[in-house]
Each structure stands twice: as structure tokens, then as C-alpha cells.
């Protein structure tokens, strides 16, 4: 199947609103993402740089209203304004949010109207001062856009790169492991057209140079894909799920979260993966989740050892439909669900040693498995105190009635009559 490649000669191409989707996650992540990054009342600055590296022509036209729709620059731009006002009302010492963006375009077509439509929104002067608008491909000019993040930001090169490819090919492992390795707080947020990667399953030999491409080679310990295919019944939720893991782990990202796009209008399924070097970050994608339930379906269980998968079906988004949404979501019974699925696997976690476990390290070294933010975790574990499954102890010995204040340090530990709870 090929994907439908937007055109941007003649002026704003039409999209569909399983793209719109993808503008929704991007807009309320950098939402939380400033909320969370500024909420220290002594903070005065932040050094931020946003990188689009698949940047499009600007403006869309959505297929079905025939609306204008802002494409992810523009997002990137406004999201900033807004959080600076959002943040900055109530302030008697206003901080500074100091950010850069590069907008990287291959298509000559789409580079010149996005020029042209940021131009038209008065955002000309700070071209080329503060917002860097490159005609070349993302991968050629990715070193330098470290380099000045580097420079910017020495400490922490704190960014975030969206890197909106058409397909699968364009971001290999390697790149967005040079990321991760040059820039600590760097996070991306990818997307992978999983389905049309699926279809070149057809050719084992085809797919294996791909995957080598893409540094994720012998991805099946010297199977033939071939032969995996008439093994296994199952096998496109094999493949999937093999190369998804040894994606995040070869970008050697330490937290991810991936949903699944569903898309019926015939482009493929694709992933959005987040990837970053802290759970905090990770957390703030996953409520991103849990806050746009409309969106979002999640397919698989919900406790800590599932195939997690989360996935936005147009035919499940009620808010454009006007219809209520079907299916396992990020809603009440969702939340329900993955609280009962805590409360049964994180007791053998604390079990395991009798020291237990640090609630930070056990959110930190679990959470990429879990659908669950912080706050559920935080919920189950207070749920587990109350029935005397576990205690939490602070640091200073301290010994909580209540998991609402839970800090990272306090140790969740079993409690003294352990023999009351059977571990399965
Ligand atoms: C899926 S579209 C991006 C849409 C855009 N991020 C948005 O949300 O509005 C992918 C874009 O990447 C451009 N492109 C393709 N290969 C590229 C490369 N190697 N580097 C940079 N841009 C590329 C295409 O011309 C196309 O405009």
C-alpha cells in the first residue's frame, strides 16, 4: 500500500483526521510539557528548543469540513505563546521562556508555503532568528541542529524533536540514539508506519535489509521472516511487537510510550512513539493519554506484563463523530481495570526482596510496560496500604496512613504478617 504524500504546490493539501489526532497528542503534550517544566515559583528562565524535522507546508484543509487545519509548526509556535501566557498571569516574577525552533522541510513545495504561510502570520521577523527554517532532509541537517542545542544548553539540551516521517525509513536507530547520547533531556516523539512496514513482510529478504537499515538487524536470531510467517498464526502481532522493542531499545531510550493510529480511510495503522531519558516525562505522555480518552484506545491488558498497545480509531473519536466511544479507552473502566491489574502484579514486585521497593523505582522500572500514570500507581499502591498488603515507610522511618502523599524515596515494603498474602 503507498501512502498518500501530501502536495503542497498549489496551496493547503487536504487531511484526514487521524492526523488531526496526531496534532491533538502534540499540542496537549507541549501543554503539559511547560506546565510541568515551570513549576518552580524562583524559575526566571527556560531554555527549550523544539525541532520539527518532517515539518509540511503549514495549512491543511481537512477532508471531511473542509476547515483550515494548522499544521505542527504552527503548533509548536502557539503552544508556546500559550503556555507563556498561561503561565506568566499569575506570576510576580514572570519567567522567561527562551525557545528556538527548527523546521526542517525535503520538499521544496512545502518549504516554500510554509515560509510563505508563516510569513503571512507575522512571524517574518524571527525567521532566521529564533526560528530556523531548513529546505534539506531532516538527517542532514540533524547534526547541526545538535550542535546548537548543545551549545545552548549545555547542561541538559533540553528539546524535543517531532519527527513526523511518511513512512518507516527516514529516522534510523542510529540518529535518534546520537540524540539521545549527545542531548540528555532530549525526547522525541516518532512516528512509524507500522502497517506498511507489515507489508513488506511479504519479502522476507526485503524486510530484513529495511530493518538493517533502520539498525535493528537479525531482529529474529537468524529465522527466516518466511518461516515465522508459516509458523505462526499470529504472526504481524509478532513482527510488531519485535520490532517495536528492539526500536525503543536500540534509540536507547530509557522511557517510551506507544500508541497505535487507526486509520480506516486506507493509509495503514501507524505508531506515535514517545521516547525519553526520564519517567517524568514518560508520566506526562501517559496522562496526555488518560486526558484525551476520546482519542486513545488501548488494546491489550493493563497491568505491568502486557503487550501495550494504544491506539486512536477514527471510528471510535466521539468528539468528531458526535457519538459516545466504544472499546477499551483511557476512560473510568480503563482506569478501573489498570488499578486492579497494579493491585495484583505490584505486591510481587515488593515481595520479591524483603526490603521491597522504592515507589520511584518502582514506577521508573516499570511504567514503560503499564498504561498507568504516576497518579494510578499512586492510587493502586494506596489501595494495597489500606487492605495491609503493603506498608510505605518514608526515608526518616515515618510510617504513612496514606498513599495521597507518596514520595519517590518512601519504600513500599511487605508488611510484618506477610504469610496473610499469597503471591501467585
Ligand atoms: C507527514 S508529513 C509532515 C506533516 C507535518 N509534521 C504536520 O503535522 O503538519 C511529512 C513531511 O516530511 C517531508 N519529508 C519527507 N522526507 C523528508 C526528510 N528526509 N527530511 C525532512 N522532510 C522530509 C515531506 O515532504 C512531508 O512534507
Redesign the pocket.
Known amino acids: 500500500m503507498t501512502l498518500k ?2 502536495n503542497w504546490k498549489d496551496g493547503p493539501d487536504f487531511i484526514q483526521q487521524h ?1 488531526v489526532a ?2 491533538r497528542i502534540l499540542q496537549a503534550y507541549l501543554a503539559a510539557y511547560f506546565r510541568t517544566l515551570v513549576s518552580s515559583p524562583n524559575q526566571d528562565v527556560l531554555r527549550l528548543t523544539l525541532v ?7 495549512l ?1 484543509v481537512h477532508n471531511d469540513t473542509r476547515e483550515t487545519v494548522k ?3 504552527f503548533i509548536f509556535l502557539e503552544a508556546t505563546r500559550e503556555a507563556d501566557f498561561l503561565i506568566n498571569k499569575d506570576r510576580r516574577k514572570p519567567v522567561q521562556l527562551q525557545v528556538d525552533y527548527f523546521f ?4 521544496r513545495h ?1 518549504y516554500m508555503h510554509l515560509d510563505k504561510v508563516l510569513r503571512e502570520a507575522g512571524y517574518g521577523d524571527r525567521i532566521g532568528n529564533g526560528i530556523y527554517i531548513d529546505h ?4 542532514d541537517k540533524a547534526d547541526a541542529i545538535i550542535e546548537f542545542i548543545k551549545k545552548k544548553s549545555p547542561k541538559n539540551g533540553r528539546s524535543i524533536f ?1 519527527l ?3 513512512g518507516y525509513k ?1 529516522v534510523p536507530t542510529q540518529l535518534m540514539r546520537k540524540i539521545f547520547e549527545a542531548l540528555p533531556r532530549a525526547e522525541i516523539i516518532l ?1 512509524f508506519a507500522v502497517d506498511s512496514l507489515m507489508n513488506f513482510a511479504n519479502d522476507g529478504e526485503q524486510l530484513k535489509d529495511l530493518l538493517g537499515n533502520l539498525g535493528i538487524p537479525d531482529i529474529f536470531g537468524g529465522r527466516p521472516v518466511d518461516e515465522i510467517k508459516k509458523s505462526d498464526r499470529d504472526w504481524r502481532l509478532l513482527l510488531q511487537s519485535t520490532v517495536y522493542r528492539r526500536l525503543v531499545e536500540n534509540c536507547g531510550a530509557r522511557h517510551f510510550t506507544p500508541f497505535f493510529i487507526r486509520n480506516r480511510g486506507g493509509h495503514g495503522d501507524y505508531w506515535l512513539i514517545h521516547m525519553s531519558q526520564h519517567h517524568r516525562a514518560r508520566d506526562v505522555m501517559t496522562q496526555v493519554h488518560w486526558a484525551n480518552n476520546n482519542y486513545f484506545i488501548h488494546y491489550g491488558g493493563a497491568g505491568l506484563d502486557m503487550f501495550h498497545m494504544v491506539g486512536y480509531d477514527p471510528a471510535h473519536d466521539s468528539a468528531y463523530l458526535g457519538q459516545s466511544a466504544l472499546g477499551f479507552e483511557f476512560d473510568d473502566v480503563a482506569r478501573r481495570a489498570s488499578i486492579a491489574a497494579l493491585n495484583e502484579h505490584i505486591p510481587r514486585r515488593v515481595y520479591a526482596d524483603d526490603v521491597g521497593i522504592t515507589f520511584g523505582e518502582l514506577f521508573a522500572t516499570t511504567c514503560n510496560s503499564s498504561p498507568a500514570s504516576a497518579q494510578i500507581y499512586r492510587e493502586s499502591v494506596g489501595k494495597l496500604l489500606d487492605e495491609k498488603v503493603v506498608e510505605i515507610v518514608g526515608a526518616d522511618g515515618t510510617r504513612r496512613r496514606s498513599s495521597a502523599q507518596i514520595k519517590d524515596t518512601d519504600q513500599i515494603m511487605p508488611p510484618p504478617q506477610r504469610a496473610l498474602f499469597l503471591v501467585g
Open positions: 504524500q501530501y492526523s496526531k496534532h520539527d524535522g518532517f515539518a509540511g507546508g503549514g491543511y499544521g505542527s509548526p526542517t522541510e525535503a520538499d512545502a534539506a532532509r531532516f538527517q517531532a513526523d516521517q511518511y527516514d512516528t
